[in-house]
């Protein structure tokens, strides 16, 4: 694997003084430029690339892999574009440092997620492989005194075919780097990629199949101590008395740790921790959510949405419109609070000095984890090394830096470093959640049932109003509404409002595909409830809507094909479609549903058809798109996270189920041929299969389930 | 309590309480950190090793119960022809996304090729069902483990 391990914490400092000293590019950000790189050989033209005079080249890397494939697709852009071969390129995970690799489509916040690391590398990082190549092409023809119109690059290496002279890239480089870093330089045209759009193989997966790979989780340290704790179990409680009598007789046990809301118990080895956590008697004040049930978040929002709330968006008039209907229908929506459940559980490992302080993590926003160590330390942020890891699991969990503020906070009391691991019910109770909405939806028909116009109001938290404040204006944010407005369907009159309510005591997250996790299921299962009412085909009624949107009606249109829409079926079993535009990409999916005589649900096939633009990686596209359906029919299926007491009852696998490989459906995806603007793949599979499950439902049994997850005892053949 | 543990063909000496689950001797006494934990309740198979060629939990596995059994990690995969072709049909077959849940599908499939050469869809959904891949990598796993039988020919 190219991320060289052994020696990270030392090469981030290192790499910290290369980027921040060596010669800079402003791509979009404004960067400082200095005289004097630390290795004076190199060509370090802009904050991503560096080419070493042993002709090594390192990418240093602005996304964090979590499984989403960004170590292979992000070094495929810089490779295309330097034209060097991809196993050239060696990559380092960035330091904390917003300026230089903040995410521009996040406000400049330096964080993975949103599916938005192809969109936002796919401009600067190609940018900055083409600078690089045009300044080693120019160092070569200077030395070989041709216009360097005559010279090419190739596989690292730039070649003057009329002498026939050639150089490797690292015997330039010094030279290289001596040269103005010269700006509005042209990229290839598309037809020119050798990389971009072929299957390249993941360049982080060999060391995940032998053991190898270090994950957050996996850091050790000499004299490492590692401690797990216990938060109080309604949120905003506190510890009120904590009698250690029994844990500190447990062997292995070196440390209780009480903190104001939590206790830990550091010892030699997890389990030790984990006995000693069990032994020792805690008594909380649950404080002010101690008698709080999900019941009451659901009626609180379902009375908010009775309210007005801020527009989020109006086409026409929708009140005017509803007065000439021929046919109205109604309706309500639910979708529950969501754990993230990344297979690898919370861990943070943390190492206190009393003037610096080290953290080892896998986090989806390092500077913002550099930021939490240094609030609770009282340490200036650039006493902070952060080393980033593999993530095991992300999904927007790891979005959140509560967990290395839970571990700083333990490891300030700690001698020497300690790891932090959440036990499995520790981190689904004490995960912040997707929020759960509650819409209420309308629409009126004309008389051939084609729709007049689209109502819709509903309530929940923003996430991105405490994640991103200035993003949160006049009662809206993009996330919240993103699904729910702009809808690729042409409506004459829509209303969309968005009522902002904040559940009491509990906290909201991103989550896998984000505001059209919520949103689409709601669009999607009442455009199905519209075709129904005007007793039209589901496809039908949705493509004959899509005619100002022919990259969604063509996806349509390819997934129905593909999937034999129209095919007859055996009883209780159906096929349900979906058709999406999001993440700058356009997707449709057809599932095929068998509900069993008790209302079991099994999710038999998928095909998905999907327009993301120009494709990078193919197979990764394949490979999120499965990876997402899965994650969405296990959400449909399964996924509620409920309080009782303020507590939360779920803990573990068994109450917080996860679709197992004996549940999976064969899953077919058919890519268009694009030459749009690449579009993120990590999460549409996800928004678009859960209305694609509940439609299917529908066409098996003519129930229509409005409230996730899919309650089968509604389901039972009578 | 002292225990001698043999995993992966080294005998090693180990301090801890009996009922210390084999996961955490393995991650945090021995630093063997490529079994992972994801549970500790056997619900998930993150932590999938084998005790005398068969697939167990380890999260559940007290070192207390294990005796001179002879404890196989996924370190050891590569040393095997079955684990070596299991690792190469994933590599092929791109299975992996983040990668965590994988050195326990891993052990779980080795522990069924071993012992079944070719099997059908249904004796891979019992051999597999208890790993859980939050990635969603299910189909492409099933595909791997065929790749992998058939790759041993006419052997089995």
């Known amino acids: 694997m190219l991320v060289d391990r052994a020696d990270l914490s030392r090469r981030r400092f290192l790499e910290i003084g290369v980027v921040t000293g060596g010669l800079m590019l402003s791509l979009k950000l404004p960067l400082a430029r200095a005289s004097a790189a630390i290795d004076p050989e190199s060509l370090a033209p802009n904050a991503f690339i560096r080419i070493q005079h042993d002709g090594q080249i390192v990418l240093t890397m602005p996304y964090v892999e979590m499984g989403q494939g960004t170590y292979t697709s992000i070094p495929m852009l810089i490779a295309e574009e330097l034209e060097v071969d991809l196993k050239q390129v060696r990559l380092e995970h960035a330091p904390p440092n917003a300026k230089l690799y903040g995410n521009p489509i996040f406000g400049g916040i330096q964080c993975t997620g949103g599916s938005t690391s192809i969109r936002a590398a796919w401009l600067p990082l190609r940018e900055a492989g083409a600078v690089a190549r045009t300044m080693l092409i120019s160092a070569a023809a200077q030395r070989w005194h041709v216009d360097p119109a005559t010279c090419r690059a190739q596989s690292g290496e730039v070649f003057h075919e009329a002498s026939g002279s050639k150089i490797k890239y690292g015997e330039i480089a010094a030279a290289a780097a001596g040269l103005p870093v010269p700006k509005n330089v042209p990229l290839k045209s598309p037809a020119d990629f050798k990389l971009i759009g072929t299957p390249a193989k993941r360049l982080d997966t060999p060391a995940k199949v032998n053991g190898t790979a270090v994950f957050g989780i996996d850091v050790r340290l000499p004299g490492m101590k590692i401690a797990t704790l216990a938060q109080s179990p309604v949120f905003g409680g506190r510890v009120t008395s904590v009698d250690d009598t029994v844990a500190r007789s447990v062997k292995g046990v070196r440390q209780i740790i009480r903190l104001d809301d939590a206790v830990a118990v550091v010892a030699d080895h997890f389990f030790a921790a984990k006995k000693g956590l069990a032994a020792l008697a805690v008594e909380w004040d649950d404080g002010p959510h101690a008698n709080l049930t999900t019941k009451e978040v659901v009626r609180e929002l379902e009375q908010a949405t009775l309210q007005p709330g801020a527009v989020a968006q109006n086409i026409g008039n929708v009140t005017e419109a509803m007065m000439s209907a021929a046919k109205k229908v109604e309706a309500t929506y639910q979708v529950p609070f969501l754990a993230h459940a990344t297979m690898e559980p919370m861990n943070c490992t943390v190492h206190v000095h009393k003037d610096s302080c080290e953290v080892w993590v896998g986090n989806q926003a390092i500077a913002r984890a550099q930021e939490a160590a240094a609030t609770v330390t009282g340490l200036p942020p650039d006493k902070v090394v952060v080393h980033n890891h593999l993530i095991g699991g992300g999904f927007g969990r790891r979005l959140e830096i509560d967990g290395v503020t839970r571990a700083v906070q333990i490891g300030r009391h700690v001698e020497g470093p300690v790891k932090v691991v959440w036990t499995r019910e520790e981190d689904i109770r004490h995960d912040m959640y997707r929020p759960l909405f509650f819409d209420r939806i309308s629409a009126a028909l004309d008389r051939k049932g084609m729709p007049l116009a689209w109502n819709h109001r509903f309530a929940g938290s923003s996430v991105l109003a405490r994640w991103f404040p200035p993003a949160f204006d006049k009662g809206l944010d993009s996330d919240t509404t993103d699904g729910a407005i702009n809808l690729a369907y042409a409506l004459p009159n829509v209303h969309v409002e968005y009522v902002h309510v904040e559940p009491p005591g509990i906290p909201t997250a991103f989550w896998r595909s984000v505001g059209p996790s919520h949103n689409v299921f709601v669009v999607e299962s009442f455009i199905d409830e519209l075709a129904a009412a005007a007793g039209q085909d589901p496809v039908a009624y949705r493509s004959s809507l899509l005619d100002k949107s022919p990259r969604a009606k063509a996806v349509l249109a390819l997934a129905a094909e593909k999937a034999g829409w129209g095919r007859p079926m055996a009883n209780r079993t159906g096929r349900g479609v979906s058709v999406q535009s999001a993440f700058g990409g356009y997707m449709a999916q057809v599932a095929e549903v068998e509900v069993s005589e008790n209302g079991a649900v099994r999710v038999r096939r998928v095909v998905c058809a999907v327009d993301c633009g120009v494709v990078v990686n193919p197979d990764t596209v394949r490979a999120q798109i499965e990876g997402a359906i899965i994650f969405g029919i296990t959400a449909a299926l399964y996924g509620e996270i409920t309080l009782k007491s303020g507590r939360v009852e779920q803990g573990n696998f068994d109450t917080y189920r996860m679709l197992r490989m004996d549940e999976a459906p064969t899953i077919e995806v058919h890519i268009v041929r694009s030459s749009e603007e690449p579009g993120g793949m990590g999460e549409p599979g996800t928004s678009a299969i859960m209305p694609a499950v509940a439609n299917g439902i529908y066409a098996a049994t003519g129930k229509r389930l409005r409230k996730l997850p899919i309650d089968p005892s509604q389901l039972k053949s009578t | ?156």
């Not at chain 2, 070192?63 to 002879?70: H, N, Q």
């Not at chain 2, 996924?74 to 070596?84: H, L, N, Q």
């Not at chain 2, 012992?115 to 099933?142: F, K, L, Q, V, W």
Request: aromatic share 4%; proline share 3%.
């Open chain 2, 1 to 156: 309590m002292m225990f001698q543990i043999a995993v992966n063909g080294v005998d090693h000496a180990v301090d801890v309480d009996d009922d210390t689950p084999l996961l955490w001797v393995l991650r945090d006494v021995l630093g063997m950190t490529g079994t992972k934990f994801g549970c500790g309740e056997a619900l998930c198979g993150a932590c999938t090793v084998h005790l005398d060629g068969n697939p167990m939990r380890s999260c559940v596995t007290p070192v207390g119960s294990i005796g001179g059994a002879k404890i196989t990690t996924i370190e050891a995969a590569a040393t095997s022809a079955v684990g070596a072709r299991i690792q190469k049909a994933w590599l092929d077959r791109e299975v992996v996304q983040c990668g965590y849940c994988q050195s326990g599908q891993i052990m779980s499939a080795w522990a069924l090729l071993a012992r079944n050469p070719h099997p059908t869809d249904s004796d891979i959904e019992n051999a597999m069902s208890g790993n859980i891949c939050r990635c969603g990598t299910y189909g492409r796993i099933r595909e791997a483990i065929k790749r992998a039988a058939r790759s041993h020919g006419g052997e089995g």
